[in-house]
């Protein structure tokens, strides 16, 4: 054997899992004036052809970032019969559980979106189902 020389070449690294938000933001890259997708996909190391797919992904709202989480303001609202100070303290021998004071499975919950939208649900709704509606009535 003669004394050669080894080149190795190394490539992009594949199947790196990469976040929405790591994909938005490389895409937006290429959004910019006088971008070039070739050089975006070199500098992040990812096929030109696999960026192609973000951005036609973005287009198309298949990639698109999470709706944000946000904390919405609770009020609780008193009835009348919850706060009836006859009902609040019954004498002896009455029954402990004041009348017209909603048992816990009667219990509602009044959900008023920002837009103006109010929605009333049971205990009894399913929480994928609350999530799609909520999600409708933002708009």
Not at 66 to 80: D, G, Q, Y
Not at 82 to 110: F, N, Q
Not at 119 to 124: A, E, I, K, N, T
């Amino acid at each position: 054997m003669s004394g050669g020389t080894i080149e190795i070449i190394t490539g992009r690294e594949r199947r790196r899992r990469w976040s929405i938000e790591e994909k938005l933001r490389i895409v937006a890259e290429t959004e910019e004036a006088g971008a070039r997708v070739t050089e975006v996909a070199a500098r992040h190391g990812v096929y030109p052809g696999l960026l192609f797919t973000w951005r036609r992904q973005a287009r198309d709202g298949v990639l698109a970032a999470p709706a944000a989480t946000a904390f919405m303001p609770v009020r609780m609202l008193a009835t009348e019969a919850a706060v009836d100070p006859e009902t609040r303290h019954p004498t002896h021998g009455e029954r402990s559980t004041p009348t017209g004071v909603p048992h816990l499975r009667d219990a509602t919950i009044e959900i008023t979106l920002a837009n103006g939208c109010r929605l009333r649900v049971d205990q009894q709704i399913d929480v994928r189902a609350l999530r799609r509606i909520v999600g409708v009535l933002r708009g």
